[in-house]
């Protein structure tokens, strides 16, 4: 089955500083990766989503980049601000988004 | 439009006894899922269903635990009968069964076997 390897595990960043997470998955037949923020006490929120056909999505300070050869994908946040303080998941799917498997998790800290 | 709706949102038990956790996914979703979320193990899907139908629940731990989807508004997550090893936070999410992929989480329980 899919394993979905994320690093780092923990991240500290000064505000405004950019951070990136990075994630690689198994199988290669995988097609949709989304990454959630998950803030404490709450369930995962989506953020941001890629899918196969294309290398780079952005969303204003967030951005998401596929390399499909590599089998790795990474998250990207410029311009950090203390409230994206939270743990972030990176996720793999092969069919249509159903069967997630997602990666172990990054604890992100913005410092003021 | 309400989110994924939970019940209870907390829960303590003790071993040996049955665990009912509730699911009303968003409204016109018909894909919903059951994971569960632990320090060890970190999110695992235990179970999806389609259109009210089970489709995988590979990720089942054991026949202690069952999922129903009688409507397409509710689900339950049974566990019977309960041992501390449950203790976890449990998410249900939805997601439009075509033409999305998106999955949204429901707030989550908390469920604590002592």
């Known amino acids: 089955g899919e394993n979905v390897e994320q690093h780092p595990s923990t991240l500290s960043v000064q505000e405004g500083d950019s951070a990136v997470i990075k994630c690689t998955y198994s199988?290669?037949?995988?097609?949709?990766f989304p990454w959630y923020k998950q803030e404490l006490g709450k369930g995962p929120q989506l953020i941001i989503d890629?899918?196969?056909?294309?290398g780079e999505k952005k969303d204003q300070r967030i951005a998401v980049t596929l390399n499909k050869t590599a089998k790795h994908f990474s998250l990207h946040i410029t311009e950090t601000q203390p409230e994206d303080s939270a743990v972030y998941f990176c996720?793999?799917?092969?069919?249509?988004?159903?069967?997630?498997?997602f990666g172990g998790g990054t604890r992100l800290m913005v410092k003021p | 439009d309400a989110g994924v709706i939970q019940s209870p949102r907390h829960e303590v038990t003790e071993m040996g006894q049955e665990v009912t956790l509730r699911c009303k996914p968003i409204s016109g979703h018909n894909s919903l899922f059951w994971y569960r979320q632990t320090m060890m193990r970190g999110l695992e899907l235990l179970i999806y269903?389609?259109?009210?139908?089970?489709?995988?629940d590979s990720g089942m731990p054991e026949d202690r635990f069952s999922a129903k989807m009688p409507n397409a508004s509710f689900s339950t997550l049974k566990i019977q009968p309960s041992e501390p090893r449950d203790s976890a936070v449990y998410f249900c999410a939805s997601k439009q069964a075509t033409n999305s992929y998106e999955q949204y989480f429901g707030p989550g329980t908390r469920l604590t076997v002592t």
């Open positions: 269903f389609n259109n009210n139908v089970p489709i995988d």
């Open positions: 890629i899918r196969s056909n294309v």
């Open positions: 996720a793999a799917s092969n069919n249509a988004g159903n069967m997630l498997t």
């Open positions: 199988d290669s037949a995988s097609n949709y």
